[in-house]
Structure formats: C-alpha cells, structure tokens
C-alpha cells in the first residue's frame, strides 16, 4: 500500500471514529430529561461531598469526573468499588451523594456500594445505558446513555461509552458552577500551582506597594527623583500632586531623553510623561503584561491605581518571574 494509500485510510477510519462518538452525544443530548435537574438538586443539597465510584474504564472516567467536581467547587473524590469492599465504604457518610458508573450496568463490583447505600439512605445516582439494570433499579436517579454501540470497529472497545459518560459528568460539574455562582477568583484559589495558577493570578498578587513603591511630589528636584529611582530599584518613579493624585512617570527612557548638564536641577514635573498608563489591582496578571507588551513604547512599569491614587507598581519582570507570559 502507497504511503498516500494508508494516509487515506488512517484519515478516513479516524473521521468515522469521530462521527460515531459525536452521533452517540447527540443521542446523548436528546435523551436528556428532567432527571438531570433533579441529579444537580440532590448533588446542590449535598452536605457533605459527591462519591464517584465505577470499574475499568468507567472508573477511569469516574476519576475525572471526580476531580473536576473538586476543582470547580464541588467537594468529591473517587473510591474504587473493590476497596469499597474492604474496608473503604467507610468513606461514605450520609450527607454524601454517590455518582454510580456502569455503561451496561450490571457491574458485579458495585453491589456492596448500592447495599451500602441502600442501607444508611444514602442518594445514589447512576450513570448507565440501562435503566432497567441491576445499578440502574437500585438507584435514586438514572442518567442515562446512549445506546448506540462503540465507536470500536469491534463494537466492544469502550470509546462512545466512555466518551458519552466524561461528557455527562462534565455537563453535571458545569452546570453546578453555574447554580453556584462559581467565580475566576473561586477557581484561582483551587489552582495555585503551575501554568494555570499563574495565568489567573491578578495584579494585586504581584504589585510593588507601601514603601517599595517610587513615588516623589511634582515639585521635587531631580537630583531627588534620581535617589528615589536608585533606591527603590524599579526603572521608574511616579509622579503624585498636592492631593496625591498619579499625574504623571519618569522612567529611565525620560532621563535618557532629557540628559543633560542642567537635568539634575530640573522639576519632577518637567520631566515627567503626563498621563501614564494605569491598571486596576482587581486586573489580570496577564492583562498588565499584554498592556505593557502591545504599547509600542517599550514599557516595562504600569502604576496600579485606585481611582487616581496610586497604590502599587508592578514590573514586568514580577509577570515573568510568576510565569504569567
């Protein structure tokens, strides 16, 4: 076979992999009922935390259902229905909701969690293609699948299944942020490590402030603007008037401008760009280095404001060391 041959047939075997998962979420999608509503209500009631079990792939699934639960404001984790069997059916209390995973429903694992459950009154809501399955008639609500077979040319791989199900718990989590109000500042105190930390770390976090901040009077002399900039170490100085409104900046592009014998004898307010550009302290980290990247004049500074009143600075370098870039 040409390699142009077994590149054609790859491409056409992948679009058909992809045109029966996405034929088995619109099935998905028309089956949807007022048993969704009445899962978020019991998930929204919820006192204590939402307990995703499942076996094999469903387990797989069910793990990250469970920690995308967790990490937009729903309380969750995953047990595993055989330590569920040994000693981890523990973990589950009666202010829990438990989150039941069998595609076909009929997993032999799972009968200690639904006696369990069945036992101590504790919610149960099954994610399966089968209603009418053991999982399926013992519990309290079932969200159901599509019944449409594997996108496997086998028909047995599970790959619809499982993708239909990440989907139903991804629908489950989001739909919860929304009734709860979930916010960017809620989902930033969730991720405060790595890429995603940074990226949603705001102005506030990184800013200079108090003391650390250059600021002089617009009647100060240079020579004291000099020490000002030198002491504080960050390339710039603001500007403030009589009533400590941010009037204007000098950075060290100013001084280079204005070098001259008599520079050291001239006013702050002489030398200063008027109008500079600000940013709010609630602003995005990420908003202060786009700002300070697309100005065009190489600005490497924003003074951070409340209404004119400076209180803070933040540096470019301050962006790059938390790794917002």
């Known amino acids: 076979m040409s390699e142009d041959n077994k590149f054609a047939k790859d491409l056409a075997n992948a679009k058909r992999t992809i045109d029966k998962e996405i034929e088995a979420l619109r099935m998905m999608e028309n089956d949807l009922d007022e048993n969704l509503s009445k899962a978020l209500d019991l998930i929204e009631g919820c006192k204590g935390r939402v307990i995703v079990t499942g076996m094999g792939k469903s387990g797989h699934i069910g793990r990250k259902i469970a920690a995308t639960f967790a990490s937009t404001g729903t309380p969750s984790f995953f047990v595993h229905p055989s330590e569920a069997s040994h000693g981890d059916l523990g973990?589950?209390?009666t202010d829990d909701v438990v989150l039941a995973i069998s595609n076909g429903g009929e997993s032999k694992e799972l009968g200690d969690i639904l006696l369990y459950c069945k036992r101590f009154g504790i919610p149960l809501i099954a994610i399966t293609k089968n209603p009418q399955s053991s999982l399926g008639k013992n519990s309290d609500l079932v969200l159901r699948l599509p019944d449409d077979g594997e996108a496997?040319?086998?028909?047995?791989?599970?790959?619809?299944?499982?993708?239909?199900?990440?989907?139903m718990g991804d629908l489950l989590a989001v739909d919860m942020m929304e009734r709860k109000g979930f916010s960017e500042t809620d989902y930033k105190q969730r991720h405060p490590g790595g890429k995603l930390g940074a990226i949603l770390r705001r102005v506030s976090d990184l800013m200079h402030s108090g003391d650390e901040m250059p600021l002089v009077h617009e009647d100060t002399i240079m020579q004291d603007v000099l020490m000002e900039m030198t002491a504080k170490m960050l390339g710039c100085v603001g500007i403030v008037d009589k009533d400590g409104n941010l009037e204007g900046i000098i950075?060290?592009?100013d001084l280079r401008r204005w070098?001259?014998?008599?520079?050291?004898l001239e006013k702050a307010s002489t030398v200063m760009t008027k109008n500079p550009k600000t940013i709010s302290p609630d602003a995005l980290a990420i908003e202060a280095l786009k700002m300070m990247n697309t100005t065009g004049k190489g600005i490497t500074n924003l003074f951070v404001v409340?209404?004119?009143?400076?209180?803070g600075v933040i540096h470019i370098h301050d962006c790059?060391?938390?790794?917002v870039a």
């Open 152 to 167: 496997c040319p086998l028909g047995l791989a599970p790959t619809s299944s499982t993708t239909a199900t990440l989907v």
């Open 306 to 311: 409340d209404g004119k009143k400076p209180i």
């Open 259 to 264: 070098m001259s014998p008599g520079l050291i």
């Open 251 to 253: 950075t060290d592009g």
């Open 320 to 323: 790059l060391r938390a790794g």
């Open 91 to 93: 973990m589950l209390t």
